[in-house]
């Protein structure tokens, strides 16, 4: 085998350890950690910024970088699910779970490679946000924390 060759088998190899970490990195997910107080904040700072590439991605037809997208959001809202259940918000429950149903309207609307219903996901799922913080958040300093009683 010429070294080419043997550099193409290593790129394959790397390829399909790849392929297994990201479908072992899924029970990873289902495995976390509950979510704490602490960890919500950077974890919806997070969110926000997916949320921003998945409409660019939605603008510019991007459908399997879309895809990625969702794969990331929908764990996390589950997390944030957890979270809320645990604490016994159950209107912070509801929302949580509208949220994740505007994630399956968006998870559609990208299988079928359709931009309107995407973007009217994308609406559905920013309309969840501001009820939810309206609920639930509240300003302390230059940021924000858990609106006390939530
Ligand atoms: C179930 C309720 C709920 C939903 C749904 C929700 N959030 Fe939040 N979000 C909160 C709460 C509560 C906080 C305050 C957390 C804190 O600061 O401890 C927050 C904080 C944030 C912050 C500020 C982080 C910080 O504290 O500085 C951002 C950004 C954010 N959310 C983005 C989003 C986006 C984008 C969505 C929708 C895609 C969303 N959130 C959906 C409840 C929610």
Not at 45 to 61: G, M
Not at 75 to 95: K, N
Request: hydrophobic share 40%; glycine share 10%.
């Amino acid at each position: 085998m010429n070294p080419v060759s043997l550099g193409w088998c290593f790129r394959l190899l790397g390829f399909s350890l790849g392929l297994v970490g990201l479908i072992g990195s899924g029970s990873i997910v289902e495995a976390q950690e509950p979510l704490t107080e602490e960890e919500l904040s950077p974890l919806m700072t997070e969110v926000r910024f997916i949320v921003q590439d998945a409409e660019l991605h939605i603008d510019a037809r991007y459908w399997p970088d879309l895809g990625e997208d969702l794969d990331k959001l929908f764990p996390m809202f589950r997390r944030v699910e957890a979270f809320w259940e645990a604490r016994g918000t159950e209107s912070a429950v509801g929302f949580t779970q509208e949220a994740i149903e505007a994630l399956r309207e968006i998870g559609a609307a990208g299988i079928a490679m359709e931009q309107g219903p995407a973007r009217a996901g994308i609406r559905s799922l920013r309309a969840v946000c501001q009820s939810c913080h309206e609920a639930h958040r509240e300003e302390e300093g230059d940021g924000y924390r858990i609106k006390a009683g939530s």
